[in-house]
């Protein structure tokens, strides 16, 4: 009875892609909703934070565009996608918490602060799962050994 529920746990890993990928933290819950929440929030304040930002409208929105497309395309098993990630993700919160430390220090609107504020904790979020991601293409996996 044990071989068979181990058997069946092993074919439940290998659908969910953890025996093949335990590495890879990017998939529904992880980098990829952070991502999408990013890209959700950037476009729903653009009409508020495009006051405050030096570039021109269509530069946010193709940034939005480019951060949802990125966790549309986040693949475990390309290496080069995992380190996209990792740079759009570093990018993204130094570029948000950039501005938002600005506005703070500026004294401008607080919300245009919180917004800012949120948009770089997924990013650091999403950082965090994208180097744990690109851990596992560098260090080796130990094997447990079997009981």
Known sequence: MSCANNRVVSIIKAELGN??????????????IFF?????????????????????AYISILFVLSVVFIAGITNPAQRMLSVLDLIVSLVGFIVFEYYSVKV????????????????????????????????????????????
């Open 104 to 147: 703070f220090a500026e004294g401008s609107i607080y919300f245009i602060y919180l917004i800012n504020q949120a948009i770089a904790i997924l990013f650091l979020l999403a950082f965090y799962f994208a180097v744990k991601t690109v851990r596992g293409f560098i260090v080796p996996e130990k094997n447990p050994p079997l009981p």
């Open 36 to 56: 999408l929440l990013a890209g959700i929030i950037m476009l729903l304040g653009l009409p508020i934070l495009n006051q405050t930002i030096s570039v021109p």
């Open 19 to 32: 025996k093949k990928f335990p590495h890879y933290y990017g998939d529904i819950s992880r980098s990829r």
